[in-house]
């Protein structure tokens, strides 16, 4: 009997750069020059490398394959104006890296590595970030996972930590649009004391037969409710929620932006950054607290905040048989909130707490 001995991997090739329509550019993956990758056994992690191949071997019985050891991040390079290259944030998900480690029992790559792996692969891929005029990012995507073989139910002791990247363009087609929502009614995202508040890959397993049920049904986004009652808002299958509210007190109009606060919640950077900006940019209350499903045509503007999605305006909730309306096009107050997140991103407004991580010029 004839055993073969190795798996040939194709070897796909690479966009070029020099050609690539980086205004058309979608949501999509895209090849790049490489990846970064670092393995780790028992704790120690070794010194990374860059690898130009997207293929890469695994053995039968990894652990992430049989018991689901896999979390992820998403977070995004900006061209600025005068050329500079910008990382938002990635200490953040750094952090929730390891916080999604910790919760599935996996060895995690520390702060400084993680950090340092997102400089290594985004030299290396400079000429992907899109340009300045574009209004497209590159698009980091860290995951760690558990690859030692493992056939009992424990964790391994063998893990993989890798970024990759990729130019994208708008999450949802139409960018500042509006999406149409269906809240999903008979499967639950997360439950209260499981894992919804971590990154990790059954998390959206779990979303994609209601994903694909409801765009069949013609809705590009999804909304969950809590899993105990079912009456309140937890986040969006890519994102999370918020609303708008404008109120007056002692005479004053206030605006309020509301987000829901629950621990089986996905703890989003970007819903974080859009809260410090109501606060320290834009003098709008932030609201932390629950937000009942039947009671949101409170809002006058809702949508969906994220890496990916950036602020992207819901139009339309369907609710069982209800309907909640919204406007058809971008409200106000989320354009606001998209500009000035953007504006920070790309370097147009003042950076006030050095969210941007700028890749240092090269030597
Ligand atoms: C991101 O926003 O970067 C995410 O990882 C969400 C993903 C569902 C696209």
Known sequence: MEHLEHVEFPQPRAADPKTLDF???????????????YTSKNGVWDQG???????????????????????????????AEDNSIRVFRPQENARRMIDSCKRLCMDFPSEELFMTAVERVVRDNEDYVPPYVSGGSLYLRPICFGHGAQIGVA????????????????????GLQGVRAQVITDFDRAAPRGTGAVKCAGNYAASLLPHVMSGKAGFPIELYLDAKTNSKVEEFSTSNFFGIKVVEKDGKKVIQYHTPCSPSILPSITNKTLREICEHYLNWEVCLEDVFINEIDQFSEI?????????????????????????????????????????IQYGRIADKFNWNWILPQKK
Do not use: W
């Open 49 to 79: 490398k860059l690898v130009s191949n997207p293929y890469i071997p695994m053995h039968i019985a990894a652990c992430a394959l049989h018991y689901g050891q896999a979390v992820f991040e998403g977070l995004k390079a900006f061209r």
């Open 303 to 343: 949508g969906a905040t994220g890496t990916a999605v950036v602020v992207t305006p819901v139009k339309e909730v369907h609710y069982g048989q209800k309907l909640f309306k919204f406007a058809e096009t971008v409200g106000e107050h989320t354009q606001k909130l998209y500009d000035t997140v953007q504006g």
């Open 155 to 174: 964790p391994t002791t063998e893990y993989t930590f890798l970024i990759l990247v990729t130019p994208v363009g708008a999450y949802y087609k139409g």
């Open 23 to 37: 205004k058309s550019l979608s949501f999509k993956y895209t090849q790049t020059r490489s990846f970064v990758m």
